[in-house]
């Protein structure tokens, strides 16, 4: 089912503008930013309402990092910029023990070259210190930060060899715990590559190891022998940052992973499989000894990319994108625990009844204690992108139940 976000173009000529009019006063969609394009990366869930990760790039700027705190409303308390002048890609959000925002990005330089930067904002929006991860010999981005039991920081990328760029691996990086001052010193720092092909994706804490989440095309270590194409990789680590081993999960296809997932007993890998011209959510939920427990595919009218999953009693909410030609929409799926379809929903922009540009989701959704949805996404509005937030009632509507 699609649900048309039928935009005015005449409401809609002011940059400023902070709300695309909510059909119902708990069930909305808004978006944010002023002149230029804004997109929406990560959320994360406040006692008082939501924080927004994402990205804003106003005419002749390069992108900045994006950062708005709204209420349950989803109406603007406050928003930030940050970054360097060289371009900045917003990449995760977590919100550390003390209530304050970690933010893990992927910065330029003048040389060309990107490195991975830390970034802590206080509950106001005002930065507190950031540290500059990097070499001169790889360009590396970010992908997730979490916070580690120890009150360290975890990060997971991508490290890319300047020279040789077919050449790239996973890299994960635990920082030093203490001050401020002590942020930018790490405690370890490990590189992994198997094969031609591996992006860091996602990692997680379980007891005292690091679970990372990558793509690869390497060879499967428990198989002895090379898979088809790339495959979700998981690769766990000891507190020490010693990889204990890896092992690849995947079809005859090619896997492009997208989110790791710590539930009871286990994981969930989420991430999109691919064949021919064909592309849908494929999810493996393994056991936390990391033998396979079964999978499952979510299907789409059109070619479904994943972004982000959410875990709740009766099943998983799945965030993306849905392409039927060239037009792309956000995309939501309720499934139960073995993937059968509960409800589908797919949400495009149409200006006078035209459908309109690409829409699509972020890394996260959540599902609120009265049922109700919100997801971070990023909205196609004629000639600008605009980072976005809906909330949208338990069978994925924007209207009340009934």
Known sequence: MTIWLVFIIVALSCDNEKTIYPFYKDYFIKYYGESGNQWGVDMKQLPDGFILLGASEKEG???????????????????????????????????TPEGNFIIAATVGSASGQTDVMLLRVDQNGNKLDSAVYGSPLFSETASEVINAASGEYVLIGTSEEV???????????????????????????????????????????????????ATS????????????????YLIPLEGSGEQLTYKAYGTPGEEIAAQLLKTDGGFVLLGTTVSGSQSEIYVTKISEGLA????FNVFGQGNIKASAIADYDLGYLILGEEWIGDD??????????????????SY?????????????????VVKLKDGSI???????????????????NQEGDLKPEG
Request: one cysteine or more; a neutral charge; hydrophobic letters at 35%.
């Open 61 to 95: 700027e390069k992108k900045k990092i994006y950062l708005v705190k709204v209420d349950e409303l989803g109406n603007e308390v406050w928003s930030a910029t940050f970054g360097n002048e060289f371009g900045n890609e917003a990449a995760s959000i977590k919100i």
């Open 163 to 213: 020279q040789l760029k077919e050449l790239n691996g996973i890299w994960v990086l635990r920082t030093q715990p203490g001050t401020l001052d002590t942020l930018s010193q790490q405690l370890w720092r490990r590189y992994h590559a198997n094969g031609d092909l591996n992006y860091g994706v996602g990692v997680v804490q379980a007891g005292n190891y690091f679970y990372c989440l």
């Open 217 to 232: 095309d390497g060879e499967d270590v428990n198989q002895g022998s090379s898979r088809s194409g790339t495959n979700y």
């Open 292 to 295: 396979e427990q079964g999978q």
């Open 328 to 345: 792309g929409n956000i995309f939501l799926a309720n499934v139960d625990k073995f993937g059968n379809p509960i409800w589908k929903r």
């Open 348 to 364: 495009g922009s149409t200006f006078y009844g035209e459908a309109f540009g690409s829409d699509y989701g972020g890394k996260n």
């Open 374 to 392: 919100v997801f971070i996404a990023t909205v196609a509005m004629e000639f600008q992108m605009k980072m976005a937030l809906f909330k949208v």
